[in-house]
């Protein structure tokens, strides 16, 4: 688990890192349908990016199982229409598109460590 100060530096860096290169979304049957039942535009899916704060954090920095040589990803989740969407983002290779694994309905119950209630 992260402390709140390295969640912060990692949205930062990745939000400044989005201004530049944007954002290679992976089109998984599973983000693309929950995209369409939560009726999340592209403009709009950004903007929930662009407003993750440490509260929403869940759980990394972990390392990608399909490629160690990729950088560690990091995991969010937010409030969408009433439902929890999970969110797996990567910084994406150096001078390359921040890489966004993940952006569906959650299919667990999240606990947020750095959310006080």
Not at 31 to 36: F, G, Q, R, V
Not at 99 to 108: G, L, Q, R, V
């Amino acid at each position: 688990m992260a402390i709140k100060q390295e969640v912060e530096l990692f949205l930062n860096q990745l939000k400044d890192k989005i201004k530049v290169f944007e954002v290679a979304f992976r089109p998984r049957g599973k983000n693309l349908d929950d995209l369409a039942e939560l009726d999340i535009t592209p403009i709009k899916r950004l903007e929930y990016l662009m407003n993750l704060k440490a509260e929403d954090y869940y759980g990394g920095p972990k390392k990608d199982t399909y490629d160690l040589t990729k950088p560690d990803y990091y995991e969010f989740g937010i409030q969408v229409k009433g439902k929890e969407v999970y969110i797996k983002i990567s910084p994406g290779l150096p001078n390359k598109m921040v890489d966004c694994m993940s952006f569906h309905i959650a299919e667990f119950p999240m606990n947020y460590p750095l959310k006080t209630e």
